[in-house]
């Protein structure tokens, strides 16, 4: 580049994060890209990647100028513009998603151009140019979420379920978006006005090509972001991880990275319940901690460095026990086959027997304290239910702007369910107040929650109070309603796998082999459960990690058989 011009690129100082972001290779480097792909001409004007379609080429300039732009309603915004030794690309280009921008050359020049699978091999084999490129992706999308603005409209309201929801797919999915609140800005509404649209349907989302949705499913919306499109749905894969936690993803990085075939299936967004964790002290090699979010978005990216799929917002409906190779029907219809399957679909809280819950759920009622829900709750108080590290976790984070946080437990404290360090900032914070022997039982409000009611189990006293935010972190009931009685669980609905397996259940579930389960592996051969859907599990990321990593070296043995 040249680059005294790279418009709307954030102001970093030199060697700092805006050469990491937009850095010049050397012309060794250079040559190594070269030797995976081939050199073309550009003319002033030719669009080499266009806004809104699949990004099927890499490219790295060798002579003139390619500028990037952001395709506005009101015309366009430039980026950046690329020269000599500079490439183009970000996070898209490794999964071969629709771009957000548009590549289009400013002066006649030439580009080395490298196939999206070639670049994928040249990523995996060569470390150093693996570095540069992944960061400069990671650090060029961060930037692009941080501006506030993209090629998707989410106009919404703090008090709408739906706008929340949508919020949280689009950040946890690492797409940038612009948001106008009704609540405070004008043009929300002009823009309500123009589609003529009912309160009922609000939030309403403007796609890239003017498409308009009204409260649109995630589905609806991964679909109108074309976020699958370079998913085949007709081959037959070596494995299939469904689900995107931390167990899931870390079968995803060691399955592709060893060679075998691999799809994710993802309900809603990588990270599982772990990625709603604000910050995960106590997960080896963080010592200043990492948010869930953090590690679930290193570890997507890493298993799409390899090779993996991953597909977002279509969940596992159901899996078809008797077929070879085993047949998984998503939601919305569609069949995926695959020798191999890794359930990691982890568990949900656990919705207490509370009048008026699912009313306000999204409107007062969360489920998981991001930085977005610490947004909408601003200084207020807020209250905590559960006494397990998430719990823990999200009041020390919401502590650090909320008026106060109180913490209720149904037991007498938090040290049988609690990390100490979590329990020693809870005890000395002056802004959270812990609970004991106390429950929720009434929620009040209009279209927002307003009012809490809680007692006392002990005296049997209760307390109202003008408390607008409840964050509910209460026991856990696993994902498998969709496997509807193919494998062996236990009381609770855990998936039973391994050893825990007796006799008689295998007996039962005509377990065809002479040989008996693999460790994680499942009643039905070849089929294993990691992280929190599996019987018997350790609740800690790190055990969740080591768990998906370890199925694939028992995904390897029952494939060679």
């Keep these: 580049m040249s680059t005294g011009n790279r418009a709307g690129s954030p102001k970093r100082d030199a060697g700092t ?44 300039v060798t002579k003139g100028a390619v500028e990037i732009v952001r395709p506005m309603s009101t015309g366009e915004e430039r980026v950046v513009v690329h020269g000599a030794r500079e490439f183009i690309g970000d996070v898209h280009t490794l999964s071969g998603r629709r771009s957000i921008v548009r590549a289009r050359a400013r002066t006649d020049g030439t580009a080395i151009e490298l196939p999206r699978e070639n670049l994928l091999t040249l990523i995996q084999i060569d ?24 090629d998707v409209v989410l106009v919404g309201s703090s008090h709408s379920t739906g706008t929340l929801r949508l919020k949280e797919f689009l950040a946890r999915n690492g797409y ?20 003529q649209v009912a309160p009922e349907s609000i939030p309403i989302v403007l796609c890239p090509g003017d498409n308009v949705l009204m409260n649109p499913s995630n589905s609806e919306l991964a679909e109108c972001l074309g976020l699958n499109e370079a998913v085949d749905g007709r ?7 469904v689900g995107a936690g931390p167990a899931g993803l870390a079968a995803a990085v060691y399955a592709a990275s060893e060679g075998l075939d691999t799809l994710v299936v993802e309900t809603t967004a990588p990270g599982g319940q772990a990625g709603s964790s604000s910050k995960i002290e106590n997960y080896l090699g963080f010592p200043t901690g990492v948010s869930g979010n953090e590690l679930a978005a290193r570890a997507y990216l890493q298993a799409q460095k390899f090779g993996a799929e991953i597909m977002i917002a279509r969940g596992a ?15 919305g219809g569609g069949q995926l086959h695959t020798h191999a399957i890794v359930i990691a679909t982890g568990a949900r809280y656990r919705r207490p027997p509370i009048p008026n819950l699912e009313r306000f759920e999204g409107a007062g009622i969360y489920y998981g ?31 650090q702007a909320s008026r106060h946080v109180h913490v209720l437990v149904r037991g007498a404290g938090l040290a049988e369910s609690m990390s100490r360090y979590l329990i020693r900032r809870i005890e000395e914070s002056p802004t959270i107040t812990l609970h004991p022997f106390t429950e929720i039982v009434g ?32 026991g856990a009931v696993p994902n498998t309603a969709w496997l509807d009685g193919c ?3 236990d009381a609770n609905g855990f998936i039973k796998a391994g050893t825990d397996l007796t006799p008689e259940e295998l007996a039962h579930a005509n377990w065809p082999l002479k040989r008996p389960p693999f460790h994680l592996e499942t009643s039905l051969p070849g089929v294993f459960a990691v992280g929190d859907v599996r019987a018997g599990n350790v609740k800690r990321v790190a055990s969740a990690v080591g768990e998906g990593s370890v199925s694939v070296s028992l995904v390897h043995r029952f494939l060679a058989e």
């Design 17 to 60: 994060d805006r050469d990491r972001m937009f850095p010049r290779l050397t012309p060794e480097q250079m040559d190594r890209l070269a030797s995976h792909g081939r050199t073309r001409a550009f003319s002033a004007g030719e669009v080499l990647i266009e806004a809104g379609a699949p990004i099927e080429r890499f490219y790295a």
């Design 127 to 150: 470390s150093e140019l693996s570095a540069i490129l992944m960061r400069a992706f990671i650090l060029r999308r961060v930037a692009l979420m941080a501006s506030g603005r993209g």
């Design 176 to 195: 940038p978006y612009s948001y106008l609140d009704l609540d405070r800005d004008p043009e929300a509404q002009h823009v309500v006005d123009r589609f």
């Design 235 to 241: 081959k037959i894969r070596d494995v299939v991880v």
């Design 317 to 331: 409906v159901s899996l078809s026990c008797a077929l070879r190779p085993y047949a998984i029907e998503l939601e």
């Design 369 to 399: 304290a991001t930085y977005i829900e610490s947004q909408i709750c601003g200084a207020d108080e807020v209250v905590i239910v559960g006494g397990g590290n998430s719990a823990g976790q999200a009041a020390v984070f919401l502590s």
């Design 443 to 474: 929620l009040e409000g209009d279209a927002q929650l307003e009012r809490v009611t809680w007692r006392s189990r002990q005296t049997g006293e209760t307390e109202v109070l003008p408390i607008r935010h409840v964050f509910l972190m209460t």
């Design 487 to 489: 494998l062996v669980t």
